[in-house]
């Protein structure tokens, strides 16, 4: 089973429209979670860290799920800014390994005029 | 905002020749990483850094690579004999503290082209 799991998309969405993603993740000792977004070659950018009870930034929503180990990001109100591969991040957990960030494949997101 | 910055932004090299490439955390960071994304692939983890020695680092990060602090601004990592599957954009990371749910913030990229 892959470390961070998620579907690689693409999702096509018109503007305006809500979008959610899904990550699912095997290392039941991980304790960070965050959501980065990625645009075309260039790197990584923070988008928003993920929190127990869940929270929200403007436009968009986290919800972490540690039972399941499960992450999800809501995007509502979709602009064509958001264009762009959302990656779920978690750290390993395991002692000698707690900064080591495990990247999800991404998923792709194109919101269309 | 304050950024990562890496030098250089591309660096083609020989096959076997050694590269070094170079960040600026952002000034009041304590731990530094490095990762590496293979195009079409997933960003890998390679190493992190705290107080002058490496903290932890991944089975990627064999005796062919280095990091170093020289000074008390930069952070290179060092590739001692390259091969042609160590093309790839390497990511400079860093974070304020150690905490684990301090995130990493990350420099624009070198790219590494290998002949």
């Known amino acids: 089973r892959k470390e961070v799991e998620q579907d690689p998309g693409p999702f096509n969405v018109p503007e305006g429209a809500t979008v959610a993603f899904n990550c699912t993740y095997s290392?039941?000792?991980?304790?960070?979670f965050f959501w980065y977004r990625q645009d075309c070659r260039k790197e990584p950018k923070l988008l928003m860290s993920v929190y127990s009870s869940g929270n929200e930034d403007g436009r968009f929503t986290a919800q972490l799920n540690r039972a399941s180990q499960y992450i999800s990001l809501l995007i509502r109100d979709s602009k064509l800014s958001d264009s762009a591969t959302y990656l779920c991040?978690?750290?390993?957990?395991?002692?000698?390994?707690?900064?080591?960030?495990?990247f999800g494949s991404g998923t792709q997101l194109t919101v269309l005029p | 905002e304050p950024e990562v910055t890496q030098t250089p932004s591309h660096q083609v090299t020989q096959m076997g020749q050694e590269v070094i490439l170079r960040c600026v955390p952002i000034s009041n960071h304590l731990y530094f990483y490095w990762y590496r994304q293979i195009l079409g692939q997933k960003v890998e983890f390679l190493v992190s850094?705290?107080?002058?020695?490496?903290?932890?680092k991944s089975e990627i990060f064999d005796d062919q690579f280095s990091v170093e602090r020289p000074d008390g601004s930069n952070f290179t990592l060092k590739i001692r004999s390259t091969k042609l599957e160590d093309s790839a954009m390497y990511f400079c990371?860093?974070?304020?503290?150690?905490?684990?749910?301090?995130?990493?913030?990350f420099g624009d990229g070198t790219r590494l082209s290998i002949l």
């Open positions: 850094f705290y107080n002058n020695e490496i903290s932890e």
């Open positions: 290392n039941s000792a991980s304790q960070s």
């Open positions: 991040v978690v750290n390993r957990g395991a002692r000698g390994s707690a900064r080591q960030l495990t």
């Open positions: 990371a860093s974070s304020h503290r150690g905490g684990l749910n301090q995130p990493q913030h």
